[in-house]
């Protein structure tokens, strides 16, 4: 069975994840689909992708398939791994994507969603940043994602805490565009989507490309960024690491010792 659904009207296209029994987990299967139907909705001439979740969804998505990180020894989230292709995928995609927010978002599905140009949630939206559960050491790519858009101090307390952000606190923190309420985000979402098929894609497209690139024009020197590898490596090869996945999939609290 498909773990997403698609569809193009009016050249706005829709990815639905469509994998409740995992709580629409971001694993290799689901983002390998993903990445085929935004091939193939760029060829049905897509002007805007609305990614979003069933209507009435309590979790958008769960985020990266925790079975699925590597071993300790491994970088877990290297250029390569599933996640952060999908990730590049979306933001260099040369037209507007817009996440529509119903229910939790967890982990690598907030880098997901704020991957995405426009995010519109509902009362039920919340973001929950969860790498520091689990000894995850995340990488250098997506913490400036995080700090280009809710501020440095913002990112750090969803980062240190692991606790969700409301959709209200995710509204001030600059990661909702808009919030509305549940039965009033099918249609407010995709009445934007069709104001943005009415102008100019080109235009659309360079502006987009525009703003990502100043965006991430933060250049570091190969020292920086060699010591920030560094730093990370002492996350994925120490005990934390392997224990706080551990814990996870025996469904108990990790005991962390900082080893």
């Known amino acids: 069975m498909a773990v997403i659904n698609t569809a193009l009207q009016d050249n706005v296209g829709t990815i639905t994840f469509n994998d409740p029994e995992h709580r629409n987990m971001l ?13 193939a909705l760029q060829k049905g001439r897509m002007r805007v992708l609305v990614i979003r979740a069933p209507k009435g969804s309590k979790v958008w998505s769960a985020g990266h ?4 990180l590597p071993l ?43 991957s995405c140009d426009i995010l519109i949630g509902c009362p039920s939206s919340s973001f929950c940043m969860t790498p520091a559960k689990i000894g ?16 440095v101090n913002f990112a750090k307390e969803m980062f240190f805490t ?16 808009h919030l509305v309420e549940a039965d009033q985000l099918e249609e407010f979402t995709y009445n934007m989507a069709h104001k943005i098929t009415k102008n100019s894609p080109l235009s659309i497209g360079v502006i987009k490309e525009q703003i990502r690139l100043l965006a991430s024009a933060h250049p570091l020197s190969p020292l920086t960024f ?5 730093l990370r ?27």
């Open 162 to 177: 692991a606790e969700p952000l409301s959709a209200e606190q995710a509204s001030k923190a600059g990661l909702l565009n």
């Open 136 to 151: 995850v050491p995340y990488n250098v790519s997506g913490i400036l994602h995080f700090m280009n858009i809710m501020g």
């Open 226 to 230: 060699e010591r920030v590898q560094g």
């Open 65 to 68: 398939d925790v079975h699925e």
């Open 27 to 39: 694993s290799g299967a689901l983002i390998d689909e993903m990445l085929q139907s935004i091939g």
């Open 72 to 114: 300790p020894g491994r970088d877990p989230l290297s250029y390569h791994d599933p996640l952060v292709t999908v990730l590049r995928s979306i933001q260099s995609l040369p037209i507007p994507v817009i996440a529509m927010i119903e229910g939790s978002v967890w982990g690598g599905a907030c880098d997901l969603a704020l």
């Open 233 to 259: 490596r002492t996350v994925y090869d120490s005990k934390d690491y392997a224990e706080g996945i551990k814990a996870f999939l025996e469904k108990r609290p990790p005991a962390f010792t900082g080893d």
